[in-house]
């Protein structure tokens, strides 16, 4: 069954500490790993997406990657203002139909 | 950049009463628009997908008579819950996809419905 896992489920971090955030996929018929940063009470906004091994984004203070199994999207001296839920999700084929299926999401908060 | 609409952001209801929400994408044509389900602690999950004048694609295990979903026009879906149960308690988000490209795809701000 397809499946994405993201990690850690929550994570703490003092201003400018850099970590890395995780997503693990077991999907078949990958078609693209997407990255969306999501607010209390708010819609998922779109932040990267990766089609192929080896590919990387970079925005701001962040920056994503992709392995054959895994994505991680790596912030790198983070602010107050970086807290949020970050969300993957993969494009994949499923029943003759398209569909971005997401994990649960990881909850940064950035401590001043 | 693009914007979608949800109405209301809110609402509270009694069991058995049915709840319309609204999903408006306010500055493009969408050739999609899809709706999800977000429980505490979960995954967002898909529960439908939508075509203008088409009947709605529902996902395994959403039941079509309870979520019914009206495509009428390239910008407006809307999405009722009808005789809702407190089980159905939950935050649905509503997306518009510009193009065939998933990175055109816009959520709404979400409606968070209560139901007592």
């Known amino acids: 069954e397809d499946q994405v896992t993201q990690s850690p489920e929550a994570l703490r971090l003092q201003e400018g500490e850099s970590s890395s955030l995780n997503c693990s996929y077991t999907v078949s018929g990958l078609r693209g790993l997407f990255w969306y940063r999501q607010d209390p009470g708010k819609g998922p906004e779109f932040l990267f997406t990766l089609y192929s091994a080896g590919e990387e984004k970079e925005k701001e203070r962040l ?5 054959k199994k895994e994505s991680f999207l790596h912030i790198t001296a983070p602010k107050p203002e970086d807290s949020a839920t970050y969300l993957c999700a993969v ?5 003759g139909s398209e569909k971005l299926v997401f994990g649960k999401g990881t909850k940064l908060t950035v401590n001043p | 950049g693009a914007v979608v609409s949800q109405h209301p952001s809110r609402v509270i209801c009694k069991s058995g009463t049915s709840v319309k ?7 493009f044509q969408a050739t999609t628009m899809f ?3 977000q429980f505490p602690k979960k995954s967002l999950m898909l529960m439908a997908t939508s075509n203008e004048g088409s009947k709605a694609t529902y996902e395994q295990g ?3 008579d309870k979520f019914l979903i009206n495509h009428a026009s390239l910008t407006l879906s809307t999405l009722t819950v009808t005789s809702a149960h407190p089980e159905d308690s939950s935050f649905y988000i509503c997306s518009a996809r510009r193009t065939n ?12 419905l209560l139901v007592l």
């Open chain 1, 91 to 95: 494009h994949l084929t499923q029943g």
């Open chain 2, 35 to 37: 709706w999800y389900r």
């Open chain 2, 101 to 112: 490209l998933w990175e055109t795809q816009y959520f709404g701000p979400g409606t968070r």
């Open chain 2, 21 to 27: 929400i609204e999903c408006r994408s306010l500055d």
């Open chain 2, 62 to 64: 959403v039941e079509k």
């Open chain 1, 63 to 67: 920056k994503a990657t992709l392995t």
